[in-house]
Each structure stands twice: as structure tokens, then as C-alpha cells.
């Protein structure tokens, strides 16, 4: 009796599940792109957030490297960092293998001081960041703002390839393409931004101006109910009309 109960239980889940297959196919491949997109420059540095911990002695805060696209900065990259003091640590004799000695830091207490002396807090901050490797530049004030302008700008990763996502709805009569414009960088590929296009049938309305009829959502499926395509290369196949590259 308990078998035939967990046979019908099982029959039952694999029914659902084809019932979902059905009706929300997902599915996907990527595109070598023709004409690689290239990202601007990150040319600036700004202070987006400082908090100041008085009770522990340390100081956070957060940089964006920024472009500019469009007319408009933007962030490129964040990173935070966490100025603080460190006690004086005396080396434990019980320990023969280490020398745990290490002399009191006082950081955040000298940039305080700054402070309290009438040093503006990005000021330091961006001091700070000018200081490191790749980070020389200029600080000014733009726009009522601090700004760091980094005399050799940082280049971004051109985008090189589409990640083709196809996601058919048969519910709902579409078919849903999103392709994810990537770049590679560290080794891994990572999303620039989002493309999407919608393949649905539509019949014209007559009260507005134009043919609005369509059947694409319906000649999308057919070529692969009938025409022997894959739902990942047919995808990849509309999407290379908008995005022109090579199919992998």
C-alpha cells in the first residue's frame, strides 16, 4: 500500500512539473558579438559615505570610481575602507614560534585631528585614495563637489559577447528574449547590462494609426515545434537581428 501510495505521489510531481515545463520554458545560449561595446573610462573619484565610530576608534568610508555616459556620472566601482587605531600588542614569551609585537596605531586619531583642525573629511579621504598605485590625479572642487580626476584613466573590459536568455510562455502566448551584454574581467564574465525583446502575436487595432498585426510569437514557436530548431538557438537566431555576432 505504501509503495502505490509513493508511486502516485511520484506520478503526481512529475505531472505538475511537466505542466510547468509547458508553460514557462527557459532556456539559453550566448553570442560572440561582431563589434565589441565599448564601456567609457572610469576618470574620477568621489566620496558617496563616511560614518564615524568614535566609541571603537575608527573611521568608514566609500569611494566611487566613476565615468561619465550620456552627460551623466556614473558608478563604475566602489570600494570602502575602515580607517581605526590598534592598540600596542607585546609579544606573548609563552609563544616561542611568533613574535607577536606590534606598535600602537593611531591613524584615526591623527585624521581627527585633521578634522578637528579644519581639514575637510573628503579632502583627507581623497588624500588617502591619490596616495595608492594607479590613483594620481587632481582633487578640485566640481559642480560644490570634492572630486579626485585620475591623470591616467581607468579602462573597463570592452563588452564582447551576449548571454542569450529565452523564456517561452505559452500562457500567455510570448516568448520572452533577455540578453545579457558581458564582459570578462578576473577571469569571469560579468554582466554590463540588460537587452530584452518581447515576441508576442497582435492583432491591428483599427482607431490607431499603423499595422500593429503580428505573428511572432507564433512563427517563433513554429520553427521550433516543426522546423527542428532548439528554443537556445532560436532565441540566439532573433536576438543576432538587433545584435549581430557569432553563435556559440
Known amino acids: 500500500m505504501v509503495d502505490v501510495v509513493r508511486k502516485a505521489s511520484t506520478l503526481a510531481s512529475l505531472v505538475v512539473i511537466g505542466c510547468f515545463a509547458l508553460t514557462a520554458l527557459v532556456s539559453a545560449g550566448s553570442v560572440l558579438l561582431n563589434t565589441p561595446e565599448v ?95 594607479g590613483f594620481a590625479g587632481t582633487i578640485s572642487t566640481i559642480d560644490g563637489q570634492l572630486v579626485l580626476t585620475l591623470t591616467t584613466p581607468r579602462v573597463r573590459p570592452d563588452v564582447t559577447r551576449m548571454k542569450v536568455r529565452t523564456h517561452i510562455r505559452s500562457a500567455e502566448g510570448k516568448a520572452y528574449l533577455i540578453g545579457e551584454m558581458q564582459y570578462r574581467e578576473g577571469g569571469k564574465w560579468k554582466v554590463h547590462r540588460k537587452v530584452k525583446k518581447e515576441l508576442a502575436d497582435k492583432t491591428d487595432d483599427p482607431a490607431t494609426p499603423g499595422n500593429e498585426a503580428s505573428t511572432a510569437y507564433t512563427d517563433f514557436k513554429s520553427t521550433m515545434d516543426g522546423g527542428g530548431k532548439s528554443m537556445e538557438g532560436r532565441g540566439m537566431d532573433e536576438m543576432v537581428k538587433d545584435h549581430p555576432g557569432t553563435i556559440q
Open 39 to 133: 564601456r567609457p573610462d572610469m576618470t574620477r573619484v568621489v566620496v558617496t559615505d563616511t560614518s564615524d565610530h568614535p566609541d571603537q576608534q575608527a573611521l568608514s568610508y566609500m569611494v566611487s570610481i566613476q565615468y561619465q555616459e550620456g552627460g551623466v556620472w556614473k558608478q563604475g566601482k566602489n570600494f570602502a575602507r575602515v580607517v581605526r587605531n590598534m592598540a600596542a600588542v607585546v609579544d606573548d614569551p609563552l609563544t616561542t614560534e611568533i613574535d607577536e609585537t606590534q606598535a600602537a596605531l593611531t591613524t584615526y586619531t591623527k585624521l581627527m585631528n585633521k578634522v578637528v583642525a579644519g581639514v575637510d573629511l573628503d579632502q583627507i579621504i581623497l588624500d588617502r585614495v591619490k596616495a595608492k598605485p
